[in-house]
């Protein structure tokens, strides 16, 4: 089972965006920060260019991906019943991207003991490195969704922050995205109120 924390090649790497719902906004507290985490994390995406596949869970009642988030980038946006992202569709799109499959997913979104947990779960199976970005995931209950995480650490996950993966793609200052990542990340990411966090502000003191 692939687990492996290592630089992200921008090339071999796919995000995974899933169900940040509008029906979903009244009922999650911490909705409106995942959002401002998730848009910085998305933004990035599209800046080194790793393509984004975003899936919607049961829109007909669960409505579409919230308008805070430009997904216009999207390689595709896809429906699902199935809590996993990883449906037929979803398998095919990657397959046209990569010629196989990526060597690491990025994953975020909700809710995290559910269909985050189970995409995780099928994408380590298929053997592809996956990094659960723990402040752009929720759950209605933050038990639930601290858990998880521990969970899917446990399962080989890597359990990161999305400032901590931006950085991660980055790499050198001399990067020639860094001016842009810079005003993305100079304001600091919202608190999600995640178990045992710690200050995560060392990273932004050397821009």
Do not use: W
């Not at 975020?108 to 199976?125: K, P, R």
């Amino acid at each position: 089972m692939a687990h492996s924390l290592r630089f992200l090649n921008p090339k071999k790497t796919l995000f995974l965006l899933c169900d940040i719902q509008e029906k979903f906004r009244p009922v999650i507290p911490l909705f409106e920060n995942i959002i401002k985490n998730a848009d910085k994390l998305t933004r990035a995406g599209k800046e080194f260019d790793i393509p984004l596949i975003v899936s919607e869970q049961y829109p007909e009642k669960l409505g579409n991906t919230v308008s805070d988030l430009d997904v216009s980038h999207a390689a595709a946006i896809v429906t699902k019943t199935q809590f996993s992202m990883l449906v037929p569709e979803v398998e095919h799109k990657i397959k046209s991207i990569y010629g196989e499959k990526p060597s690491d997913v990025v994953l975020y979104g909700l809710e995290s003991h559910v269909c985050i947990e189970q995409t995780a779960i099928d994408f380590l199976n298929y053997g592809i490195n996956v990094y659960i970005v723990a402040d752009c995931c929720v759950s209605r209950l933050n038990q639930d969704r601290d858990l998880a995480l521990q969970r899917l650490r446990g399962a080989g996950c890597v359990i990161t922050t999305s400032e901590s993966l931006i950085f991660n793609l980055l790499r050198d200052k001399n990067n020639p995205k860094f001016n842009v990542i810079r005003k993305l990340v100079s304001p600091p990411s919202a608190d999600v109120q995640l178990a045992n966090s710690g200050s995560s502000g060392a990273a932004s003191s050397k821009l």
